[in-house]
């Protein structure tokens, strides 16, 4: 095992006079990255010895809230004082913020298989048997939520079906019990186009095209109207479209930081993922963006009935469709304080 | 010239009992096929000696409609007794439809570098001159109407604009004054599944991705919800989701007739689009498919907003989408049979 941990400092009252210190994007919390062994029984693939990547950030007495996101998100939330690097969350997680890592310790995990090296069919139960298990390492014997979005959610639904006392609430953003059948088609042409790339080593550009597809499917008509309504242009003789740049930058980003294997396994695992939720016990906060073209708002009402009467819907109208969680930040917030509250922290 | 001339029937007013003996889909019309060579001076890629082919079916002396539709439509309507192979409208024309050989001739056309022999940018105002050529050509003073259906709209509104004579109505379905920014993204990566198909020697294999995308902007979730339901399967070690035999099939069918400059220079055609429908003098129905991922409504109301007094919307909802106007044969023709209503000829 191998352990990083920072100085704890204690966080004053008035914790913006410390905060003026470091950079925008970093909060003062104490804060440790850890990774931890175990052997796992697949559903798809059977036994495997795995790694789980952690950090944590907050005060050691806090409640735990598990902070969970998309297939390309990990285990770093926001920057702090241990770790200053942007995190993929740095937006939610704040001073005032339902995630604020001076009154709640934020856990966060690399995903099984995101770093390219499990080249095996990933189902979400695997992801939840992992967390179950992690949880149970560090001591963890209930969190007090877990807040999941888009593959989060998913995973966090099959960690309330599979392993109930190891969560006291689940908010589940941008996801449902299933995916749509759309959507699997759309993730599924991706992955052709990763297969495509990989005919003559040309794997990175297959990426990169599946991630493009991909981002037209978390944003919207709407985002795209605002901000590509310019007329093409010919360059050397073929025609270019406004979007273009935004999408061939967005692609390269994402083959810059993402293993091939990892997004395809990911992506299959949401294809994967089946969940009977007439069969959860735990009380659940159900997010939905009406205008996501990935989760569509009939498939979160579906999974709110079948919660009954430990479900409840927030639905929220975005531009940014699937991707409101990451894009919304304030609003978000507010719908999280109200679903974490009373559950024994600070609001 | 090459004109292919067939022996006039004259229908029956009992039309069915010749029709009895022809195959279902085989109308009994009076059809030729030609060959016209004009030199048209592109809007972009300059002046180049082109080729227009057409078809034409019913009475010499009826009133003349001109048929266009998709990318991949083509000059052959409908089965007939000279050219009896099935047509891309075999539902919509026919006895006793708006679009009846019999009372009405139909006109269509393949259009400017379907062949895949112009590789060079197509605007959809050069087929809007082609076409006001070839009518000229053909000594058709005035189309009783114009019937365009997806790209078919759009080069209805260049010729409404440009050549205002020619054409005595529009019927503008499911194609507006611009493309959607959102739309032109998606073609734009199926433009880039093509290349990266080139790239890797596997042409095919590239277009028959492109047109698998494209098929996801063709229909809605609705219709996969219906028909793809089921979990996916892992073959080989790799997820493989209900949709994609379907898929698969659409790619290969489209590779089989479809050459790849053809796909993307027309591709690239809609994206060139740009009309101000203010300027245009000639009555236009505007037919709108709630739902449709490629145009949206809000598309269709700018554009009839722009046509002014001599707009007029019907809009549908159908799980087809963009497609609807091949899936709908029936809702369409009780919307063509109101449009071409009181232009001279029988309902």
């Known amino acids: 095992m191998n352990f990083a941990t920072t100085a704890l400092h ?9 905060e003026a210190l470091l950079p925008d994007d970093v909060v003062s919390a ?14 798809h693939a059977g036994a495997r010895r795995l790694l789980v990547r952690y950090e944590l950030q907050g005060p050691a007495g806090a409640p735990v ?29 704040g001073t ?4 604020d890592p001076a009154q709640r310790r934020l856990l966060a995990i690399d ?49 309330a079906l599979r392993h109930p006392p190891c969560l006291q609430r689940l908010v589940a953003v941008s996801g449902a019990h299933r995916p749509h059948p759309f959507a699997s088609a759309w993730r599924a042409l991706q992955r052709k186009a990763v297969t495509l790339g990989a005919l003559q080593c040309a794997e990175t550009q297959g990426l990169s095209l599946a991630r493009q ?4 499917s978390y944003r919207t008509p709407e985002e795209f109207e605002e901000r590509f309504d310019a007329p093409p242009e010919i360059i050397n003789g073929r025609v270019r479209c406004a979007a273009e740049d935004y999408l061939d930058a967005a692609g390269a980003q994402y083959v810059a930081r993402t293993p091939v294997t990892a997004y395809v396994r990911l992506s299959e695992s949401i294809d994967l993922h089946r969940v009977d939720a007439s069969q959860i016990r735990v009380p659940t ?31 929220l109208r975005s531009p940014y469709g699937h991707d409101a969680f990451l894009k919304e930040p304030d609003r978000i917030d507010a719908i999280l304080v109200t679903a974490l509250r009373g559950n024994g922290a600070n609001p």
């Open 10 to 18: 204690a966080v004053p009252a008035d914790a913006t006079a410390i």
């Open 30 to 43: 104490q804060s440790l990255r850890g990774e931890w062994t175990t052997d796992l029984s697949m559903r």
């Open 65 to 93: 809230v598990l902070v969970a996101g998309g297939i390309s998100a990990h285990r770093h939330l926001r920057g702090n004082d241990a770790f200053p690097e942007k995190g993929w969350l740095n937006e939610l997680v």
């Open 96 to 99: 005032g913020r339902a995630l």
């Open 111 to 159: 995903y099984l298989g995101a770093d390219g090296r499990l080249d095996a069919p990933i189902d979400t139960a695997d992801q939840a048997d992992a967390i179950a298990g992690l949880l149970q390492h560090l001591g963890i014997g209930q969190l007090q939520a877990f807040v999941g979005y888009s593959y989060g959610a998913l995973v966090g639904l099959q960690l």
């Open 213 to 216: 597809f991909a981002m037209l």
């Open 285 to 315: 906060t159900v997010v939905a963006v009406e205008g996501d073209r990935l989760v569509p708002l009939s498939d979160s009402v579906a999974l709110v009935e079948a919660l009954g009467t430990l479900g409840t819907l927030r639905v």
